[in-house]
């Protein structure tokens, strides 16, 4: 049997607002595929929202088990640290985010840490860590620019407004002024 139309039908129900019939029908299709990242990854973020942090660390252990066995440790654990933060564990899940950085610096998988600079910004943003928020800004920016040069200008835009409303937050207006002129 293929797991993909049990996933699809399992996304319909999550799409109609039945959460329930969603993770019944996630974990038929892991029934089918027990390494099925995609019914995972939804199953963790079902739990999540659900606000069942036991189900959904054990689904997040799940999915680092599944990348663990592929050789991709690092999207494993950043995978963990995402859902730690998201479940109010800011302290573990950043250690995870830190963990996962040190991996996908070893595979060479830039997008994959551009990712997680990209999370481990918005979460310090929640927690108003408006330093670490920033420097991970400029990290994912530095790595974007690079990957993608043609999307340097759209790049930096999205930045200097991004790091402008951080000036805001920290009371820095003329530099605020600045950035998001620039942006």
Do not use: H
């Amino acid at each position: 049997r293929d797991a993909n139309p049990v996933d699809s039908l399992a996304e319909a129900y999550f799409r109609m607002g039945r959460l329930d019939d969603a993770i019944a029908k996630y974990g038929d299709a892991l029934t089918i595929k027990p390494d099925f990242l995609g019914s995972l990854g939804s199953l963790a973020f079902l739990y999540a929202l659900k606000e069942d942090s036991r189900q959904a660390q054990g689904t997040i252990d799940r999915i680092v088990a599944v990348r663990l066995s592929a050789g991709r440790p690092g999207l494993g654990y950043a995978s963990k640290g995402f859902y730690q933060c998201w479940l109010g564990a800011f302290g573990k899940g950043l250690e995870n985010l830190d963990k996962a950085q040190g991996m996908l610096a070893a595979e060479g998988n830039e997008s994959g840490r551009a990712s997680i600079f990209r999370t481990e910004s918005f979460q310090y943003l929640v927690k108003g860590d408006y330093p670490s928020a920033r420097k991970s800004i400029i990290n994912w920016l530095d790595i974007d620019v690079k990957r993608d040069p043609e999307s340097a200008a759209y790049d930096e835009a999205f930045f200097n407004s991004t790091l402008g409303f951080i000036d805001l937050a920290e009371g820095k207006i003329d530099s605020a002024r600045s950035k998001l002129a620039k942006g």
